[in-house]
């Protein structure tokens, strides 16, 4: 190296100062994530690659770089085709449209930018979501000679669906209509009348030229009629951080670490709120409680975080928290339920099957979960609802959920980070849909599942059910045992089954404290979950039946409607109803387990007897007084 051109130890320390300043300044500039979203040719990814290219950031080789290709493959008439910026993949550069969601990074003196470019076609509309899912801001870019179309309404309902705050209309291809200003003033005035029925706070509009670089960076001279500001001044001016939530402190735990004994700490990404050391915080479900102890990110120790930081948390005591828990404040909690309405886009190829099971993916926490009901499907170009049975491909509409244990969500609209989820196929692993949660639903509101049932598979026994019976020698049945708890049913039951024994018969009993704690150990008390419990039981009787046996089956099932369902499944002919009809005192005063003081006190839920009355009316048989009944009647 010639001496007098090497650097010296001095310069090249200044040097080296200068880009780590650089580095410092700019990780202190907020990040605006943004998207483009509109039909096929738009203009989408001229707009990303003009904004690119005369805000100076792009390197002398990518300029030449796309010369090159623009005089090879461009669609810009022989000028500089700004779109082979983002048009990445071979099938997009080979059909001109943009297929795949392309990312793109740069920065100015004011700001950090993420934009994602999304694919126009609507058959590429799960795409658009999942570029939308985590934007600040939506840039829908509208063909002056077009105007607004299908394509836009759509991806302006999913705008507003996904909770986007911030949209930019950008009335592309001003110079191909000569600058009208009248064009401009007819697509804005069609545009306010669509979304007048969403939810989008903040629409601003820019006339502009992503071909010719009209209101881009700089004011063009083309349109004088406009007084607005060009589009890269107005991204560099909208308020990123203003929409995340700073109150509600919602930290979902990604991993605990515990390298040795003495240290256990609790990494994730922080959802919302603002967290700082020596406050008091709320584990869940556990609901034990215990003080932040330190902080800290990117291996330092900090005394406050905030969204959406990626922290690690240590606290006072010991407490029992893994994967998937949250840590909130002890008086500003998530919902802690099972059971939820959701607006969802089906994004999977096979049509949804309503007896499926899904695996939900919901902040760091996973679990089964199905779909209990579609409320209503919604057109998304006129947006009426209509009754649906199934979703397709990109269909969007209202469903119910529940899931196998609790999650802990708030609403989309307040939380977008713990209102969001995930259905994934387990058979696939495929991304069936994306939801966002409006409100959690009461058990009593639910729709009752217990009757629908899945195509039965062929029988393909080589034994039939009259064999079976003559074998051995009875005729199958089942027993179905019902009133309040402590009422007597269990003891009757049971001696009925020593009496069917003693005769010869094959019985089986169904208890509903065993299956409680085994089969059926995910499930609550609501009413829900005993429509399903009940469901399961009803099934597995009417498998035993037909396999020539007696079922002796132990249950509270309070509700008439869901006795005589259970019923439906069995089979009227192979159906008998014995209710044990004790007072509720004489109950309450037999109860060994003290469930029902449990209950009074608040400390049960959902409890028969209690909170929900007992609905009589369905039985074969009745039981007033257990101490006289004489078994022998039941034979």
Known sequence: MNPDTSPTPKRANIQTQKIEDFLAQDEKKDLLRLLTAGSVDDGKSTLIGRLLNDSKRLYD???AALVRDSKRVGNAGGEIDYALLLDGLKAERE??????VAYRYFST???KFIIADTPGHEQYTRNMVTGASTAHLAIVLIDARKGVITQTRRHSFLISLLGIKHVVVAVNKMDLVDYAEDVFQQIRSDYLDF??????PDIQFIPLSALKGDNIVDRGKNMAWYDGPSMMSLLETIPATADRNFVDFRFPIQMVSRPNLDFRGFAGRLSSGVIRVGEKVLALPSGQSSVVKSIETLGSQVEYAYP???????LEDEIDISRGDMLVRTNNRPHVERHFEAMLVWMDEKPLDLNQQFIIKHTTQKTKARIDKI???IDVNTLQRTELESFELNQIGRVVLTTRRNLLFDSYNKNRQTGSFILIDPL????SAVGMIIDRVASENLPSKITRSAERAPDRSLVTPRERQAQLDQQPITYWFTGLHASGKTEIAYQFERALFDQGKTVVVLDGSKLRSGLNRELGFDKVDRDENLRRVAEMAKLLNSQGIIVIAIFISPNSDTRKQVKEIIGADAYKEVFIDTPLEVCQSRDSKGLYEKAAAGKLNHFPGIHTPYETGTADLTI?????FNISDLL
């Open 109 to 111: 003196s004011k700001r």
């Open 61 to 63: 080789d990518q300029l």
């Open 308 to 314: 959406p930081q990626s922290i690690m948390l240590t």
């Open 195 to 200: 979304t007048t029925r969403l939810q989008i």
């Open 428 to 431: 696939t692993h495929n991304t």
């Open 375 to 377: 409320r209503y499907a």
């Open 95 to 100: 059909q001109g449209i943009t297929i795949d």
């Open 624 to 628: 007033t007084d257990i101490d006289t």
